[in-house]
């Protein structure tokens, strides 16, 4: 949140008031996207299992989805915050593209090599 206020001030005298908004918006989007990429990560290594590929991106996922859901549920409760489907969709898309980079790192995508 720092970085995005010394962003905003910097750029203020830059360029028109209406584009602020957007960069601040467009910066919280990013933010969230890499945060919830990271929680996605962590996901799979806490519930990886040898030989279980499925079970542990299954289990990843899911937990993943969950946790943005509640994160956009609590937010409704929050005064001046909102339930936005859009948020629901970036957080959720972070999990899922943070889960398959571990992976694919992990070697957990990897097809047999046939002979």
Same mark, same amino acid.
């Given at each position: 949140?720092?970085?995005?206020r010394v962003?905003?001030h910097w750029?203020a005298?830059k360029?028109r008031?209406?584009?602020i908004?957007i &960069?601040?918006g467009m910066?919280?989007?990013?933010?969230?996207?890499f945060? !919830?990429? $990271?929680? @996605?990560?962590? /996901?799979f290594l806490?519930?990886?299992?040898?030989g279980?590929?499925r079970?542990?991106?299954t289990?990843?996922?899911i &937990?993943g989805?969950?946790y943005a859901i509640?994160?956009?549920v609590h937010? !409704?409760? $929050?005064? @001046?915050r909102? /339930?936005r489907l859009?948020?629901?969709?970036?957080?959720?898309?972070?999990?899922?593209?943070?889960i398959?980079?571990?992976?694919?790192?992990?070697g957990?995508l990897?097809r047999p090599i046939?002979?």
């Amino acid at each position: 949140m720092f970085f995005v206020r010394v962003f905003n001030h910097w750029i203020a005298d830059k360029i028109r008031p209406g584009i602020i908004v957007i &960069t601040d918006g467009m910066v919280r989007e990013t933010a969230h996207f890499f945060e !919830y990429l $990271v929680l @996605g990560s962590l /996901l799979f290594l806490g519930f990886f299992e040898p030989g279980r590929p499925r079970q542990t991106i299954t289990n990843s996922i899911i &937990t993943g989805a969950l946790y943005a859901i509640s994160d956009e549920v609590h937010q !409704y409760f $929050v005064p @001046g915050r909102h /339930l936005r489907l859009i948020d629901l969709a970036v957080d959720s898309t972070g999990v899922v593209i943070g889960i398959f980079l571990f992976a694919m790192i992990s070697g957990c995508l990897r097809r047999p090599i046939s002979s």
